[in-house]
């Protein structure tokens, strides 16, 4: 069992390890991509810290890549979703496609740097991506998410079923 001096021995460890890429780089500051890709979970020993941080990158691309796939493809969809999904109109829906359109052009390209590792291209791709997140991804989804949760229902209720 890891103690909780070990794990910000570790955590601080990360931090000093990343400086000369933000340095290099001009990377976004560690606590903003911690905050939002949680980068703190890389197992620090490594000889390519910016491979392992887009690879973190990639699991959270792909986080979200899932859940707008299934507001726009409800197959499948656990019945608590569908009754959310009908309070976005088509122009939310047109802001997702976008957004999975976005996100998934990311992915294509996450396969292309695995292919072959090359630091500065892993560097920009961590800049292009937080600066997507922070410019759309964030920003979209969180109006969404508020229309899916605003208590309102907007669907009508006839004979026991629903209706959008």
Excluded: H, W
């Amino acid at each position: 069992m890891t103690s909780k001096d070990e794990i910000t021995t570790c955590l601080e460890e990360l931090k000093k390890q990343y400086v000369p890429f933000k340095k290099e780089y001009n990377l976004p500051d560690f606590t903003d991509l911690n905050k939002q890709f949680d980068i703190e979970e890389i197992d620090i020993e490594t000889d390519f810290l910016l491979r392992k941080i887009r690879r973190i990158i990639a699991e959270k691309i792909a986080g979200y890549l899932r859940f707008i796939e299934v507001i726009l493809n409800p197959n499948n969809t656990p019945l608590f979703l569908f009754k959310l999904i009908k309070k976005l109109d088509s122009e939310d829906r047109e802001k997702l496609t976008k957004l999975y359109e976005k996100l998934g052009s990311f992915e294509i390209e996450l396969v292309s740097l695995d292919l072959d590792y090359d630091e500065k291209k892993e560097a920009k791709f961590i800049i292009k991506c937080y600066e997507m997140f922070n410019n759309d991804v964030k920003k979209d989804l969180s109006i969404l998410i508020s229309k899916m949760n605003n208590k309102d229902d907007n669907s009508k209720k006839v004979n026991g079923d629903y209706f959008g």
